[in-house]
């Protein structure tokens, strides 16, 4: 989904939900993971061939293994241009 804030700018959000089952693990704990992900990109159009995007994002691994749950945030800006 993409939300047109104005003429120029758009703000495109992701968001995603996931399990992943580790079944031949061996270990004394569970590695089963629920995942989920938060993206969000702000992109401004620049012109017909360049836009300029400010992005961030979160990633959840919970896992009732301690060794194997994590989270991680990410952020950044893309530079696009088209031929």
Avoid: C
């Avoid at 047109?4 to 703000?11: G, I, K, T």
């Avoid at 089963?32 to 995007?53: F, Q």
């Amino acid at each position: 989904v993409t939300f047109q804030l104005s003429q120029n700018v758009s703000l495109i959000p992701t968001f995603g939900v996931g399990q992943r089952d580790y079944y031949d693990f061996t270990g004394p704990v569970d590695r089963d993971e629920l995942t989920w992900r938060l993206l969000g990109k702000l992109r401004w159009k620049v012109d017909a061939m360049t836009s300029i995007s400010v992005v961030a994002g979160h990633d959840r691994f919970a896992s009732d293994n301690e060794d194997f749950d994590a989270e991680r945030t990410q952020g950044g800006v893309i530079v696009t241009v088209n031929r």
